[in-house]
Nanobody
Framework: QAQLVESGGGLVQAGGSLRLSCAAS????????MGWFRQPPGKEREFVAA????????YYADSVKGRFTISRDNANNTVYLQMNSLKSEDTAVYSC?????????????????WGRGTQVTVSS
């Protein structure tokens, strides 16, 4: 099994930046997509961004496009989410997930392994 550990969350003012990290360990050879999801208070979990280990292709939700950047470091099995121009509506628990080789990366069911999540709070 793969294990995922997120870090980098915290409290930031609107307009500020944070970088989240997701360290993957264990059996990750059967995964290709790495995704970030978030769950705002009282709302359902939503897709944020995804990247593939193989080619580095990236995908974003419309709500974060142009502000967030996802990247991966294959040598260190780590995925990053650089978040700029943060807004109060970005406040959520952010979780990373490891998904399969092919499928709909926007759906939570596509991912087999999940981290515990890290809290991001943006004050206005």
């Amino acid at each position: 099994q793969a294990q995922l550990v997120e870090s980098g969350g915290g409290l930031v003012q609107a307009g500020g930046s944070l970088r989240l990290s997701c360290a993957a360990s264990g059996r990750t050879s059967n995964t290709n997509y790495m995704g970030w999801f978030r769950q705002p208070p009282g709302k359902e979990r939503e897709f944020v961004a995804a990247v593939t280990w193989s080619s580095g292709s990236t995908y974003y939700a419309d709500s974060v496009k142009g502000r967030f950047t996802i990247s991966r470091d294959n040598a260190n099995n780590t995925v990053y989410l650089q978040m700029n121009s943060l807004k109060s509506e970005d406040t959520a628990v952010y979780s990373c997930a490891a998904g399969r080789l092919f499928g709909d990366y926007r759906k939570g069911a596509f991912y087999d392994y999940w981290g515990r999540g890290t809290q991001v709070t943006v004050s206005s």
